[in-house]
C-alpha cells in the first residue's frame, strides 16, 4: 500500500521519474555474449543510431517458423514489479512482438505486445497476469506519454511464474511474412506499479480520456451550451432538405401499397419493401441503444482512474449508483471488475448541458437529429419514454428467460441455448411473448419483434464440428434431456437397428442405451461417414423449428397484428436461416463487416426470397481518446462516414434488404460498460451527447440519398 501510495504521489508529480528504481538486467547495446544470448531466426545486426540520435542495436526477425530472441540467466525479481526494455519498431507498420518469462520449473509468463510504427518506447512488462478486462474494460491503454517519454504496456500477459527464480526472457515473432526489424536498447527490473501508472487520472470530469486531445473535446459546461446552441441551428438547417415521408416516414407523396393499419412487407417489381400502416414504401433506417440511460461505469475498485468525480452532496451526484452484472456468461469471461458502484457520465453531461429538465431536451434532440440525420427507426434496446411520444417507429425485443433446460453450444457468449423441445420452454415463450406485446400490440408506431439477440446456434468457425457443436452438445447430455430424446427418436426413425446407425456413423457401439447415456462422445462429421453430417443437419433444422415455430405461435395468439423480424443472428448457419425464414416475417443479422453483403449468405437469401435486415453493424476508431475502436476500427471519423456509405449503399444493392440499423447512438463508456466492459468509439455521439460530425454528415448525405433513389 505505502507503495502504491508513493507512485501516486510520483505521477501527479511531473517533474519525478516513475522509472527512478530501475536496476539494468542485460544491455543490448553492449558486445553480445554467446553463453548469454541465444539468437534463433534472428540477425544481430551492428549498434545504429535512430532517428533521434539513440542508440539502440536493430535485430532482424527472419522469415521463419518462429524467431526468437532467447536471454539466459539467474534472476531474483522478488522485489520488483516489472521489467522495461526500451524498444522501437523499425518497420513502417505495426508488429505483434510475444515476450516470454520462464522459470526454473519450466512455469511462464507469455506478454502480447500490439507494438506500433514510430519512435522508441520504454516496453513495461508486469510481472503477473494481467490484461485490460482485469479493470473491467474490453481494451485498455497500451501505451501513453510522462515526462516526455513513450510508454508501452503488452495488451495482455498470462501465465504465473516465480519471480526468484527466472532462467530465461525471450522475444519472438509468428513466422513474418518478410524480414521484420526492432532496434532495442537495455532492458531493467523496475519496482514500478505499471497499471497504476497507464490508468491513473485516466478519465476527466466530463468522462473524457485525459491523455489525448482532439477537435470538440470539452473543456468547460459553457463550451457545452454553447455547442449544444450552434448544433440546434444546423439541425434547423439539415432539416430543410429530407425527402417527403408519411407521418410513420414511408417514403413519397403518395401511397404505393394497400393500407393495412400496421407495418408489413410485400415484394413489388423485384424488391421487397417495409410497408407503412398508410401504405407507403418504407426501409428501416435505424439506431440501437438510443437511450441515456446505458451510459453507466463502475468505479469502485478503480477510483484512482477517474480524476474528478462529483462530490456526494453535488447535484450531480444523482448521477451515482450500484449494480452487479457478474453473470457468468463467455462475454464477461475474465472481466475483473462487475459490480459495485458506478457513475453516469452522459446524463451527468446532459444535465450540465440543459439542466433540471435535461430529459425532455434529449428526447426533443434525439427527434430532431433523426429527422435531420434521416434516420427514422428507433432501434432495439431504447428508452421507452421516447418510443412513447409516437414521432418515429421502432422495434422491441422477445428476451426468453425460465427454468427449462439448455445446452451449451460452445460458444455461449450470452449463455447456453434453450432446450426448444423442453416443455417448460414452450412456457417460457408464452410467458415471454406476453409481457412484451403487452402494451405493444394495438402500436401502428411498431415495426415489430425480435426474439432473443444472437443465440449460440453453434461456433463461429468454419469446421463442421464448429457448425455442428451445439447437436454434438445435445448427444452429450444426459437421457432426460427432451432435446437428447429428440434427437434419439429421430435417430431410432431412421435406423431402426443400432448396428446400422454404427456402421453409418462408423462408431463402436451395440447398443441404444449407449448413445442415451450421459458424455456420448458424438462422431465429427467427416467425409468418410457422410450420414453423421446428415443427420445432425436434420437435427439443427429440426431444432430451429421448435424455437421458430414456438415463437410464432405465441405473437399470433397475443398479437397477430406486428411481424416477426427474426433472431439477429451472429452464428448464420443455413439451416437456421432456411427455419426462420419458414417462420419469419424478416431474416434480420448482426454482422460486423466491411460491407453488409459480407455478413450473410447471399445466394442462400436469393433462394429463400425472404426480406432481411442488419440489425447490428457499425464502424468505429481510436480518436476522440478512445480505448477500443469497436469490433471494425476505421482509421478516423472521415473513414467512419465513408464506410458507412460504402456498407449501407452495398445493403440496398441487394433487393431483399429492408432495413439497416447502426450499433450504436452513443459511445461506449471510456471504463467500460456496466454489462461486459465494452468501451468502443462506435457511437453517433460521444459521452457528452456531441456528434461525430464528420461521421454524421457523410450519414446524413448517404441516408437522404438512398430514401430519395428508393422512391
Known amino acids: 500500500m505505502l ?7 510520483l505521477l501527479s508529480s511531473c517533474s519525478l521519474s516513475v522509472f527512478a528504481q530501475e536496476q539494468e538486467l542485460y544491455s543490448f547495446l553492449n558486445k553480445p555474449l554467446s553463453d548469454k544470448l541465444l539468437a534463433i531466426g534472428v540477425s544481430i545486426m551492428p549498434v545504429e543510431a535512430n532517428q ?15 524467431p526468437r530472441l532467447t536471454l539466459t540467466s539467474a534472476w531474483d525479481l522478488t522485489e520488483k514489479d516489472s521489467i522495461s526494455l526500451r524498444i522501437q519498431n523499425a518497420m513502417d507498420w505495426d508488429l505483434t512482438l510475444y515476450v516470454t518469462l520462464t522459470d526454473t520449473d519450466n512455469s511462464t509468463l507469455n506478454a502480447v505486445i500490439a507494438l506500433p510504427a514510430g519512435p522508441a518506447q520504454n516496453l513495461v512488462i508486469p510481472l503477473e497476469s ?21 510508454y508501452l504496456l503488452p495488451t495482455s500477459v498470462v501465465g504465473k511464474i516465480d519471480p526468484s527464480k527466472i532462467d530465461t526472457i525471450s522475444l519472438s515473432m509468428d513466422k513474418p511474412a518478410v524480414a521484420q526489424s526492432l532496434l532495442i536498447g537495455t532492458m531493467n527490473k523496475t519496482d514500478a506499479d505499471v497499471e497504476q501508472m497507464a490508468y491513473y487520472h485516466l478519465v476527466d470530469k466530463y468522462g473524457q480520456n485525459t491523455r489525448m486531445t482532439w477537435p470538440q473535446k470539452i473543456l468547460s459546461n459553457k463550451q457545452l451550451k454553447t455547442m449544444a ?5 444546423e439541425l434547423v438547417k439539415w432539416s430543410k432538405n429530407t425527402p417527403t415521408q408519411d407521418i410513420y416516414g414511408g417514403i413519397g407523396k403518395r401511397p404505393q401499397f394497400r393500407a393495412s393499419k400496421y407495418f408489413r412487407t ?3 417489381k423485384g424488391r421487397w419493401y417495409f410497408v407503412s400502416p398508410n401504405g407507403y414504401a418504407f426501409i428501416s433506417l435505424g439506431v440501437n441503444t438510443v437511450t441515456p440511460d446505458d451510459s453507466q461505469t463502475y468505479i469502485d475498485g478503480r477510483d484512482f482512474m477517474f480524476a474528478s468525480l462529483p462530490d456526494a452532496k453535488s447535484v450531480l451526484a444523482r448521477f451515482y449508483g450500484y449494480a452487479n452484472t457478474s453473470s457468468g456468461n463467455a462475454a464477461q469471461g475474465g472481466l475483473g471488475v462487475d459490480q459495485g458502484k458506478w457513475f453516469d457520465f452522459y446524463q ?9 429538465n435535461f430529459l425532455d431536451e434529449w428526447h426533443e434532440n434525439v427527434i430532431k437529429r433523426f429527422k435531420a440525420w434521416g434516420f427514422n427507426t428507433i432501434g432495439n434496446w431504447s428508452d421507452n419514454s421516447l418510443i412513447g411520444l409516437h414521432k418515429l417507429p421502432y422495434t422491441r425485443s422477445i428476451y426468453i428467460r425460465g427454468d427449462y433446460n439448455t445446452v451449451s453450444s460452445g460458444l455461449d457468449w450470452w449463455g447456453y441455448m434453450p432446450d426448444t423441445f423442453d416443455p417448460k420452454f414452450s412456457q417460457a415463450v408464452d410467458d415471454a411473448v406476453k409481457l412484451a406485446t403487452k402494451d405493444n400490440k394495438n402500436d401502428p408506431w411498431l415495426i415489430g419483434y425480435f426474439a432473443d439477440n444472437e443465440l449460440s446456434w453453434g461456433k463461429l468457425g468454419d469446421s463442421p464440428t464448429d457448425h455442428y457443436s451445439l447437436v454434438m452438445n445435445v448427444l452429450a447430455q444426459t437421457d432426460t434431456s427432451p432435446a437428447k430424446q429428440a434427437f434419439l427418436k429421430q435417430l431410432k426413425g431412421k435406423y431402426t437397428d443400432i448396428a446400422k446407425l454404427a456402421k453409418a456413423w462408423g462408431i463402436n457401439v451395440q447398443q441404444w442405451d449407449a448413445i442415451a447415456s450421459k458424455g456420448f462422445n458424438a462422431p465429427q462429421p467427416s467425409a468418410e461417414y457422410p450420414a453423421i453430417e446428415q443427420d445432425y443437419g436434420i437435427f439443427l433444422a429440426n431444432y430451429a423449428d421448435h424455437y421458430f415455430k414456438t415463437v410464432k405461435d405465441s405473437l399470433k395468439k397475443y398479437d397477430s397484428h406486428h411481424l416477426f423480424l427474426g433472431n439477429r443472428f451472429a452464428v448464420k448457419l443455413p439451416e437456421v436461416i432456411s427455419s426462420c425464414a419458414k417462420f419469419c416475417d424478416v431474416i434480420s443479422f448482426n454482422t460486423y463487416t466491411m460491407l453488409a453483403s459480407q455478413g450473410y449468405d447471399t445466394k442462400l437469401i436469393a433462394q429463400l426470397d425472404r426480406p432481411i435486415m442488419i440489425t447490428e453493424f457499425s464502424f468505429g476508431s481510436k480518436t476522440m481518446g478512445a480505448l477500443w475502436g469497436g469490433p471494425i476500427s476505421v482509421t478516423n471519423e472521415k473513414e467512419r462516414g465513408e464506410s458507412y456509405q460504402r456498407f449501407v449503399s452495398d445493403a440496398f444493392a441487394d ?4 432495413g439497416t440499423h447502426w450499433f450504436q447512438y452513443i459511445d461506449e463508456p471510456l471504463t467500460g460498460r456496466l454489462l461486459d466492459g465494452e468501451n468502443g468509439h462506435v457511437g453517433l455521439v ?5 456528434p461525430a460530425h464528420e461521421l454524421i454528415k457523410k450519414v446524413k448525405e448517404t441516408n437522404i440519398n438512398l430514401l430519395e433513389k428508393i422512391r
Open 348 to 356: 451527468a453531461n446532459l444535465y450540465r448541458t440543459y439542466g433540471i
Open 655 to 658: 433487393p431483399h434488404m429492408v
Open 52 to 66: 533521434q540520435n539513440e542508440s539502440l542495436r536493430r535485430v532482424v526477425f527472419n522469415n521463419t517458423e518462429k
Open 686 to 690: 460521444n459521452i457528452t451527447d456531441r
Open 130 to 150: 494481467f490484461s485490460s478486462r482485469t479493470w473491467g474494460m474490453r481494451e485498455g491503454i497500451t501505451s501513453w506519454q510522462s515526462g516526455g517519454n513513450l
Open 229 to 233: 446552441e450552434e448544433e440546434s441551428q
Open 266 to 268: 410485400e415484394k413489388y
Open 3 to 9: 507503495k502504491r501510495i508513493f507512485i501516486l504521489f
